[in-house]
């Protein structure tokens, strides 16, 4: 969406503010032995007492409240009674919602506990791609050149892109125009972001794959070659200097 009055902000904030403290929630509460259900359904708590519906459920009758992903799962991870966090896991968790006619979305990866399985570094490299890649974008900009950078600095860092994954415009409804926001240079996309329009940004930062595959579930994603994926995301509105960073609140980047 493209913002055009001071109530479409309050409302793209109020929404974002829900979904970046449920996030940053949801990870203070994860702990080893916990089932992700447990944590879906904190999530699921805390969204229902701002007022918020879920987006995947909304959307696409998701089987959960919010997405948890474990380890080689890369994304849309089904939370499940029989899925328990360890040690060292590396979880990925997504939330976005609606509130008031006006969505937003955000996510983040991170290592539970203690660094057993080495996973921080992917962690770390999703968070600073992500930071370089939203300080770049102003009106104007290319969406290709975003993905450069992003595609540039993973490999800069031994890492590599998922490709079929993206960010995406966001405001009115979950996916918008701009539809694909990728992390690569996608030669064939010549469009600009717009001042005032609304965008999720997110890295998909991997150890081996480039696209990501879908399981006999319908819904889990893992990678076409194995190994790891981080993604970090954050729901902004650009503007002609650096972007207003709606769900700030997840902190994802103290």
């Known amino acids: 969406m493209s913002i055009t009055k001071e109530s479409e902000l309050i409302g793209m904030k109020k929404v974002s503010d829900v979904v970046a403290y449920t996030l940053k929630e949801m990870k203070n509460f994860a702990r080893p032995g916990m089932t992700t259900k447990e944590l879906d359904n904190f999530g699921a708590g805390i969204l229902k007492d701002f007022g918020a519906k879920s987006a995947p459920f909304a959307v696409y009758k998701f089987p ?14 089904i939370p499940s009674t029989k899925k328990i ?24 990866s991170f290592v539970m506990g203690e660094d057993k399985n080495g996973h921080q570094k992917l ?76 965008v999720a940004i997110e890295t998909f930062i991997s150890t081996h794959s480039t696209h990501a595959v879908t399981l006999n579930d319908g819904w889990t994603m893992v990678g076409n070659k194995g190994g790891y994926m981080a993604q970090h995301e954050h729901t902004i509105v650009v503007t002609d200097n650096k972007p207003i960073i709606l769900t700030e609140k997840n902190a994802i980047w103290d």
């Open 64 to 77: 959960g409240w919010t997405c948890i992903s474990i380890d080689n799962e890369f994304c849309h991870g």
């Open 123 to 198: 962690v770390d490299a999703s968070k600073e791609i992500l930071q370089k890649g939203i300080n770049y974008i102003k009106g104007g900009v290319r969406i290709s050149d975003i993905g450069h950078l992003i595609e540039t600095e993973a490999k800069r860092r031994g890492f590599k892109v998922i490709k079929n994954l993206t960010g995406h415009g966001v405001g009115r409804s979950l996916h918008e125009e701009p539809s694909e926001i990728a992390n690569f240079k996608d030669r064939f996309n010549r469009t600009r972001f717009k001042k005032n329009s609304v």
């Open 85 to 108: 966090i360890k040690e060292g896991d590396l979880i990925n968790i997504d939330v976005s919602a609606e509130l008031d006619g006006f969505w937003s979305d955000n996510g983040a």
